[in-house]
């Protein structure tokens, strides 16, 4: 089982702060990996997949790079809508298809 | 718009089962594979069962296998999870979502709450 493991767990930022999210993975996944963002009380949002391709609708200030076992999803600039939790999740090597145990990103 | 809707959930005992149920409105589901996942009370997200279009591969994470069950009924545009011997650790959101370069659409959730 590929393990992901994100960091750090919470990130306290300012409206217009960068953000910046790790997620790395037990053993490489070459560019099989996802982003997703969730607010409280909703589903989980596709936000980036194959590791830097935006998914529909996403705004350019998300972008995501990386691959084999390090990934990164950074927000340029931090809008009120932003804070969320974000979860990475590789989808490579499976069964099992694992999700990191998440970043929540508040306001500082 | 593609929709995914789950129904079902509720408050079970343990050892009890129940069925969750997953419509899709907006994209015919028979030619995409499905899986569940689930989010226990204030913890991450858990995948735990894929399907294929056709139901000839079929996947569990060992937290379920032998207790869940998967299915599809392609003529009701419909995904199904039987859930049996249910315990404490099964209370959570389960999502069904479709499986695309990550998983693209997702369902709003149903909550399955295991308690005596």
């Known amino acids: 089982e590929i393990v992901m493991t994100q960091s750090p767990a919470t990130l306290s930022l300012s409206p217009g702060e960068r953000a910046t999210l790790s997620c790395r993975a037990s053993?490489?996944?070459?560019?099989?990996l996802a982003w997703y963002q969730q607010k409280p009380g909703q589903a989980p949002r596709l936000i980036i997949s194959?590791?830097?391709t935006r998914a529909t609708g996403i705004p350019a200030r998300f972008s995501g790079s990386g691959s084999e076992t390090v990934f990164t999803l950074t927000i340029s600039s931090l809008q009120s809508e932003d804070f969320a939790v974000y979860y990475c999740?590789?989808?490579?090597?499976?069964?099992?298809?694992?999700f990191g145990g998440g970043t929540k990103v508040e306001i500082k | 718009e593609m929709q995914l809707v789950e129904s079902g959930g509720g408050l079970v005992k343990p050892g009890e089962s129940r069925r969750l149920s997953c419509v899709a409105s907006?994209?015919?589901?028979?030619?995409?594979?499905m899986n569940w996942v689930r989010q226990a009370p204030g913890k991450g997200l858990e995948w735990i069962s894929y399907?294929?279009?056709?139901?000839?591969?079929?996947h569990y994470a060992d937290s379920v296998e032998g207790r869940f069950t998967i299915s599809r009924d392609n003529g009701k545009n419909s995904l199904y999870l039987q859930m049996n011997s249910l315990r404490d650790e099964d209370t959570a959101v389960y999502y069904c979502?479709?499986?695309?370069?990550?998983?693209?659409?997702w369902g709003q959730g149903t909550t399955v709450i295991v308690s005596s």
């Open positions: 979502a479709r499986p695309y370069s990550g998983m693209d659409v």
């Open positions: 907006g994209l015919t589901l028979s030619l995409y594979s």
């Open positions: 399907i294929s279009p056709s139901s000839s591969t079929i």
């Open positions: 053993q490489s996944v070459g560019t099989n």
């Open positions: 194959g590791a830097s």
């Open positions: 999740q590789q989808y490579y090597k499976w069964p099992p298809l694992t």
